[in-house]
T-cell receptor, first 114, second 113 residues
Framework: QQQVKQSPQSLIVQKGGISIINCAYENTAFDYFPWYQQFPGKGPALLIA?????SEKKEGRFTISFNKSAKQFSLHIMDSQPGDSATYFC?????????????FGKGTKLSVIP | KAGVTQTPRYLIKTRGQQVTLSCSPISGHRSVSWYQQTPGQGLQFLFE???????NKGNFPGRFSGRQFSNSRSEMNVSTLELGDSALYLCASSPRSTTYEQYFGPGTRLTVT
């Protein structure tokens, strides 16, 4: 199974609040889990990534939490700002037989209101 | 360094026609991947080229094809267009085929009427 399931589809958060986006996967061959951020009219840009042997990674206000046994990972945006309003995609890299491929979740549209 | 560029940015075609999209990767990047983005399906992987060879292919019909040139520039072709092909087509480049870090262009918005 190459699928990555992402929720929620959309999220509205007050400025200063915490935004939480969740993803789940089935394929144990996934070996890297990046998050991408996309603003309207732009292509996605890498935000942060984590390996499955790490339970948490923090970069500024962005934190990935990873639960290997549950096959779930999540993005937390602390002190959310209106400038964080964008679509966020979780992804997973599949490695097998010398080939590598990114599978993306369907995205979460985040709106941070003042 | 200049980012990934895609041309054209917008395209309107009629069902049954064919279309060619172009992508120029970041200088020095040898891997180019193509994705189709739609509101319902999100980002779906089409194929990846590395050093002029197709390394990976997603689950799309044979009407979707691509190629990469010796300067790493890539083209994607869709023949016999269908209404469902309307989407944003994104090109992404990376220095290596194995990396999860991809640099996306702004995309080509294709509308099929």
């Amino acid at each position: 199974q190459q699928q990555v399931k992402q929720s929620p589809q959309s999220l509205i958060v007050q400025k200063g609040g915490i935004s939480i986006i969740n993803c789940a996967y089935e394929n144990t061959a996934f070996d890297y889990f990046p998050w991408y951020q996309q603003f309207p009219g732009k292509g996605p840009a890498l935000l942060i990534a984590i390996r499955p042997d790490v339970s948490e990674k923090k970069e500024g206000r962005f934190t990935i939490s990873f639960n290997k046994s549950a096959k779930q990972f999540s993005l937390h945006i602390m002190d959310s700002q209106p400038g964080d309003s964008a679509t966020y995609f979780c992804a997973a890299r599949h490695s097998g037989a010398g080939s590598y491929q990114l599978t993306f979740g369907k995205g979460t549209k985040l709106s941070v209101i003042p | 360094k200049a980012g990934v560029t895609q041309t054209p940015r917008y395209l309107i075609k009629t069902r049954g026609q064919q279309v060619t999209l172009s992508c120029s990767p970041i200088s020095g990047h040898r891997s180019v991947s193509w994705y189709q983005q739609t509101p319902g399906q999100g980002l779906q992987f089409l194929f990846e080229y590395f050093s002029e060879t197709q390394r990976n292919k997603g689950n799309f019909p044979g009407r979707f094809s691509g190629r990469q040139f010796s300067n790493s520039r890539s083209e994607m072709n869709v023949s016999t267009l269908e209404l469902g092909d309307s989407a944003l087509y994104l090109c992404a480049s990376s220095p290596r085929s194995t990396t999860y870090e991809q640099y996306f262009g702004p995309g080509t918005r294709l509308t099929v009427t």
